[in-house]
């Protein structure tokens, strides 16, 4: 299974593109800054059975996408990811 993740997905493109990705095959990780906007991503990917998981992630702060990234990279070995979407923000390394 290919593995993506995406940014700024609690509504707009972001949430278009998870479930288009989830869709179309992908595991998705679904970033967002507040989770309590994650309901009704979550109730879309339940209701297709769709492989997304939302996960806390502020684009604008290195320790958070650090923390994600090795979440993920626990969950996932970064041979099996395919792509990386940023609907939020740029993503920058520091």
């Known amino acids: 299974m290919e593995i993506a993740v995406v940014t ?5 493109i972001g949430f278009a593109t998870s479930v288009r990705l989830a869709r179309h095959g992908f595991r998705v990780f679904a970033g967002m800054r507040n989770l309590d906007k994650a309901a ?37 070995p970064w041979t099996c990811w395919s792509t990386m979407r940023a609907s939020a923000g740029p993503l920058r390394s520091s």
């Open 8 to 12: 700024g997905t609690s509504t707009g």
């Open 40 to 76: 009704p991503l979550r109730a879309a990917a339940a209701e297709a059975n769709l492989p997304l998981e939302v996960i806390p992630l502020d684009v604008t702060s290195t320790p958070s996408v650090g923390a994600r990234s090795r979440r993920c990279r626990r969950m996932v």
